[in-house]
């Protein structure tokens, strides 16, 4: 009797011992498969990350090649160029040369996405409105700085920048000239232009910053348009993705990891 007792007892302990290495054995298992569909997860979310930035970048590259070619079709027309001329020679009425500097921009532009377009001729001449919401009367002293001493870059530059006449709003400032300036051509773009950028998702809490030459074109927080790209570093991110715009007009993208609550930098689009 003792004999069958200390049988059980040592086959119940055997069971027990078999049943507590076999849900070691599962739990194991569990943890390791767990991590394994972790990892799966955080490389697919990486990879969507990663493709959706390229897009953006992409789509980015095309809009502002685009309106590179368009600006500055602009801003080295030679019709443009001669009436400015004369303007500033006095050689031909401002009324007249504003509507033939006009007609030939209708016939050049893309207006969709334009919010408004300014000349403002060298020389005591007012500001030509050529297309407007709101018009403008006088250059701000930025405009008159430029007049009075060009960028040194060639007349191919694109200067970036929010003027007080249109807050919130990012506008294109480009030279016309030859041997001398004859004005400063105002290009602001509008809500249309971005609009494509409007429904990137980058996340729960992703924000999405377009830069142009270290200046912040679009941003969900209107406050920060115009401001240098360095302003992008106050906001805390989990994950980065550059998006810049080379002088050449062509945007590009990279991404990277980041800790929780660390500081951004530079030029991004982020995501949590």
């Known amino acids: 009797m003792r004999n069958r007792i200390r049988i059980r007892s040592l086959k119940a302990k055997i069971i027990l011992l078999f049943i507590v290495f076999a849900s070691l054995i599962l739990f194991l298992q569990i943890v390791v498969f767990q991590k394994w569909i972790g990892a799966i997860i955080i490389e697919k979310s990486e990879s969507y990350f990663q493709e959706t930035v390229h897009q953006i970048g992409q789509r980015a590259d095309m809009q502002f090649s685009q309106f590179r070619t368009m600006a500055l079709g602009i801003s080295n027309n030679q019709v443009v160029k001669n009436y400015l001329a004369d303007v500033k020679d006095h050689n031909i009425n401002y009324q007249i040369a504003k509507y033939k500097i006009t007609n030939e921009i ?35 002293p930025r405009i008159r700085a430029m007049l009075a001493e060009p960028p040194g870059a060639g007349p191919d530059a694109i200067t970036w920048a929010e003027l007080q006449a249109e807050p919130d709003s990012i506008s294109a400032l480009l030279p016309i000239r030859e041997n001398e300036i004859y004005g400063i051509l105002r290009i602001s773009l509008s809500e249309t232009f971005f609009e494509p950028f409007r429904g990137a998702k980058l996340g729960k809490q992703g924000a999405l910053y377009l830069v142009k030459d270290h200046v912040i074109l679009y941003a969900k927080d209107r406050s920060l348009i115009g401001s240098p790209a360095q302003a992008i570093g106050e906001t805390d991110s989990v994950r980065e993705a550059t998006l810049w715009a080379n002088r050449a007009g062509r945007s590009s993208a990279s991404c990277r990891r980041r800790n929780c609550c660390s500081k951004s930098s530079g030029s991004t689009a982020s995501s949590a």
């Open 106 to 140: 209708f016939r050049i532009s893309r207006f969709d996405w334009i919010e408004s377009m300014c000349i403002y001729p060298a020389g005591s001449e007012p500001p030509m409105n050529l297309f407007y919401t709101k018009p403008v009367f006088e250059a701000e």
